[in-house]
């Protein structure tokens, strides 16, 4: 079997309100229990606030991975910066270079939006423990409960 090194890994979109549905799945996924309206809401609420910004990653013409993102503006001395609120590859497409790919995305957009930092939270739980290495190749550093990457 040859493989082509230089076929397309994904494309990447803007997620939109009428995703909200393959969104729920992929949440879930997270353990993030959630329904598609209580999605679409979200969707909607956020679809003009320049803080806040998904991205669906789709193969084939899969939708296979998401990256939700959230700008915090700067506050005194603490520098703007962007969280990865969600990262989710599906199970059969990880490995792929789907995730890496969603997250060069969020760094050019953190960068461009003026984040000096890019971080997320909430991955010291039992069935996430399996992202440290991800997040740590990745070139991100671990301090305390949350892992940093400097811009």
């Not at 229990?33 to 899969?62: D, I, K």
């Not at 959230?70 to 989710?88: D, F, H, N, S, Y």
Request: charged letters at 25%.
């Amino acid at each position: 079997m040859t493989t082509n090194v230089l076929e397309k890994t994904a494309d990447l979109r803007t997620a939109s309100c009428s995703d909200a549905g393959v969104l729920t799945e992929l949440m879930r996924k997270l353990s993030y229990p959630t329904t598609p309206s209580v999605m679409r809401e979200q969707l909607e609420s956020r679809e003009n606030n320049p803080n806040y910004l998904t991205y669906l990653a789709e193969r084939h013409g899969e939708t296979v991975g998401m990256i939700a993102l959230r700008r915090i503006p700067a506050r005194g001395k603490e520098p703007q910066m962007t969280q990865i609120a969600g990262l989710v590859v599906n199970e059969d497409c990880r490995g792929c270079g789907i995730g890496r790919l969603l997250v060069e995305q969020a760094e050019a957009w953190a960068r461009e939006s003026g984040s000096r930092l890019l971080f997320l939270t909430g991955i010291n739980r039992e069935d996430r423990l399996g992202a440290h290495d991800f997040y740590r190749n990745a070139g991100f550093e671990k301090y305390g409960c949350k892992f940093i990457k400097s811009l």
